[in-house]
């Protein structure tokens, strides 16, 4: 069970709109936000020196993992990533489907053709919602032929729910590097057994 009030590499501040490209001698500046009645300060310089580019890991020359919800439709990558939607039932398990793929052509990877050098990886939690939310594997195996990854959700009370689910590989592991990961956000509209949700 997961019922984690914060995560981490969710949240993103994009000030170049707005602050331009002014010269590194301005001070420093920092952006405040106030999350479940707690206030959050984080810092920032307009030096290009400061910028964290979450796409692209110049150290590694790595990129964030392609992520769909469905084969077919288009991947996101990178923090902003990929939503979907699914409809549940109370207590009644529902499927839950990804499939993931790197973004820079050559690269040890999931698909036809893959390499096991590098795996990409898959981490499910729940991000917000009414009840409890179960899953039979956190971290599900990731398809090296196809680079489908299946694990299931079990969620304890009507409403609506985001769960959130993590692609990354052995350079993107969250708290080590800037990049490479790429989030998935999934809504799931649960009703109860007899079909009615709040």
Same mark, same amino acid.
């Given at each position: 069970m997961?019922?984690a009030?914060?995560?981490?590499?969710?949240?993103?501040?994009?000030?170049?709109?707005?602050?331009g490209?002014?010269p590194?001698?301005?001070p420093p500046w920092?952006?405040h936000?106030?999350i479940?009645g707690?206030t959050?300060?984080?810092?920032?310089?307009?030096?290009?020196l400061w910028?964290?580019?979450?796409?692209?890991h110049s150290?590694t020359?790595n990129?964030?993992?392609?992520l769909?919800f469905?084969?077919?439709?288009p991947?996101?990558? @990178? #923090? $902003?990533g !990929?939503?979907g /939607?699914?409809?549940?039932t109370?207590?009644v398990p529902v499927m839950?489907?990804?499939? &993931?793929s790197?973004?820079?052509?050559?690269?040890p990877?999931?698909g036809p053709?893959?390499?096991?050098?590098?795996?990409i990886t898959?981490?499910w939690?729940k991000?917000r @919602? #009414? $009840?409890a !939310?179960t899953f /039979?594997?956190m971290?599900?195996?990731?398809?090296?032929?196809?680079g489908?990854?299946t &694990?299931?959700?079990?969620?304890?009370?009507p409403?609506?729910?985001?769960?959130?689910?993590?692609?990354?590989?052995?350079a993107?592991?969250?708290?080590?590097y800037q990049c490479c990961?790429?989030?998935g956000?999934? /809504?799931?509209?649960?009703?109860s057994?007899?079909?009615?949700?709040?």
């Open positions: 997961c019922a009030r914060r995560s981490g590499s969710v949240v993103g501040l994009d000030q170049s709109s707005d602050r490209a002014p590194p001698s301005l920092r952006s936000a106030r479940h707690e959050w300060s984080i810092p920032g310089h307009p030096d290009p910028e964290i580019d979450a796409l692209d150290a020359d990129t964030p993992s392609m769909r469905d084969p077919t439709s991947p996101g990558a @990178g #923090p $902003g !990929v939503t /939607s699914v409809h549940a109370v207590n839950l489907n990804v499939w &993931t790197y973004s820079k052509p050559g690269r990877a999931t053709g893959a390499s096991t050098a590098a795996p898959v981490k939690q991000y @919602g #009414p $009840g !939310v /039979s594997n971290n599900p195996p990731v398809e090296n032929a196809s489908k990854s &694990t299931s959700a079990t969620l304890s009370a409403g609506d729910y985001v769960l959130r689910v993590v692609a990354s590989d052995p993107g592991i969250i708290g080590t990961w790429t989030n956000y999934l /809504s799931v509209h649960v009703a057994a007899s079909g009615r949700t709040p």
